[in-house]
């Protein structure tokens, strides 16, 4: 049968059971079909999910962080949840304050949606003057919608999809975790 000529499974380990680690155990074993070993030095009581303060920040899982979360419907929906939406910067105010203080702060203005070098023209002349620095980025990428999520409950989250995985037939490889003494 064929099931006997199949080969068996590639095995990989990953070193990390941060949102970097957990993240590439997950593409490993569903997209690749790999068997992935995660290893973390903290033992499972002080887990990467719970709140640390030495590592209490937020992130902003924008477009390129969502094309990991939405290969996983599951986890993508539990981000939408217990996020907060952020709708991009298309609208709002910046300012540019000037190091010196001896110089005025200017007065701030409208952001507005303009195109980078690389939506104009190449014959539209017009434009030339402008850098890449100084154009803000098209519509799209202004106005993209970004969840904003501590640290700790991005990674549960991701550990939570890590357990569908495996919980999952046919979804790929297996993600072993092993953490620390």
Same mark, same amino acid.
Request: glycine content about 6%; some cysteine.
């Given at each position: 049968?064929? =099931?006997?000529? !199949?080969?068996?499974? !590639?095995?990989?380990?990953?070193?990390?059971?941060?949102?970097?680690?957990?993240?590439?155990?997950?593409?490993?074993?569903? @997209?690749?079909? $790999? =068997?992935?070993?995660?290893?973390?030095?903290?033992?499972?009581?002080?887990?990467?999910?719970? $709140? =640390?303060?030495?590592?209490? #920040?937020? $992130?902003?899982?924008?477009?390129?962080?969502?094309?990991? /979360?939405? *290969? #996983?419907?599951? *986890?993508?929906?539990?981000?939408?949840?217990?996020?907060?939406?952020? @709708?991009? #910067?298309?609208? /709002?105010?910046? /300012?540019?304050?000037?190091? =010196?203080?001896?110089?005025?702060?200017?007065?701030?203005? @409208?952001?507005?949606?303009?195109?980078?070098?690389?939506?104009?023209?190449?014959?539209?002349?017009?434009?030339?003057?402008?850098?890449?620095?100084?154009?803000?980025?098209?519509?799209? @990428?202004?106005?993209?919608?970004? $969840?904003?999520?501590?640290?700790? &409950? *991005?990674?549960?989250?991701?550990? &939570?999809?890590?357990?569908?995985?495996?919980?999952?037939?046919?979804?790929?490889?297996?993600?072993?975790?092993?953490?620390?003494?």
């Amino acid at each position: 049968s064929s =099931d006997a000529l !199949q080969q068996p499974r !590639q095995q990989t380990v990953v070193v990390g059971c941060g949102p970097v680690g957990v993240a590439a155990s997950l593409v490993l074993a569903s @997209k690749h079909n $790999y =068997d992935v070993t995660l290893l973390d030095s903290s033992p499972s009581s002080s887990s990467q999910s719970q $709140y =640390d303060p030495t590592k209490a #920040f937020l $992130y902003n899982v924008n477009s390129r962080g969502q094309k990991l /979360t939405k *290969m #996983f419907p599951s *986890m993508h929906e539990t981000l939408v949840e217990r996020s907060v939406v952020s @709708k991009g #910067f298309a609208g /709002t105010t910046i /300012t540019i304050v000037p190091a =010196d203080p001896k110089v005025a702060i200017p007065i701030s203005k @409208k952001n507005e949606v303009k195109k980078t070098t690389l939506d104009t023209d190449a014959s539209d002349n017009s434009n030339s003057s402008n850098s890449k620095k100084n154009v803000m980025p098209s519509g799209e @990428k202004a106005a993209a919608v970004g $969840y904003w999520i501590p640290r700790h &409950e *991005m990674v549960k989250l991701m550990m &939570e999809e890590i357990d569908h995985h495996n919980q999952r037939e046919g979804s790929g490889g297996t993600i072993t975790l092993c953490t620390g003494q």
